[in-house]
């Protein structure tokens, strides 16, 4: 009975220690993924910054040709006065996507390129810490394992007594908690 309890507890620690091991996994494969997404935004960024610049030229001909048609006289004048129009709402359209690029790098790209640094170190760093207690855990146990083993022949021999196998057993049932807890 003790035996199936042991073996149990043994396969539901294995179950939880390869999700643990899942979870550090897929961490670790998702940072690739934002790095894409990083090397994407930032290339879209730069493309809206030259389009912005370029805008800003076209922009900048445009008001010329208005002011050039606006300094003439009779229906020269009215069209001069129309496309000034249409350069103003074009300069405001400009100005708002000037913020929006500038949002775009200021809230995504330049916090996401910080966080894609912290999660690749944090990532490491948890499976690294993971192993090492886990190996730690493990190793007690083992070493109860043994100990228990050892008390298992003496009583089988009569040099043990039956209460100090149990003890053993117990020893070795509370191991597999303390992995099981952890993990």
Do not use: C, W
Request: proline share 1%; charged share 25%.
């Amino acid at each position: 009975l003790l035996a199936d309890e042991l073996a149990m507890a043994q396969s539901k620690s294995d179950i939880l220690h390869q999700n643990i091991l899942n979870v550090t996994t897929n961490l670790k494969r998702s940072i690739p993924m934002y790095q894409s997404f990083l090397k994407a935004a930032t290339q879209y960024h730069s493309s809206l910054l030259t389009a912005n610049e370029s805008a800003k030229q076209f922009l900048s001909a445009f008001s010329s040709l208005t002011s050039t048609a606006g300094s003439a006289q009779g229906s020269t004048a009215d069209l001069g006065a129309g496309l000034a129009e249409i350069v103003n709402h074009y300069i405001d359209l400009e100005k708002g996507r000037e913020e929006i690029i500038h949002t775009l790098f200021r809230e995504v790209i330049a916090p996401l390129g910080e966080r894609i640094h912290m999660f690749k170190e944090r990532a490491a760093e948890l499976e690294k810490d993971y192993k090492s207690l886990n190996k730690t855990e493990e190793a007690k146990l083992k070493k109860v394992e043994a100990s228990s083993e050892k008390m298992s022949k003496q009583a089988a021999k009569g040099k043990a007594s039956t209460d100090a196998l149990k003890d053993s057993l117990r020893g070795v049932t509370d191991a597999y908690s303390a992995i099981e807890e952890f993990r």
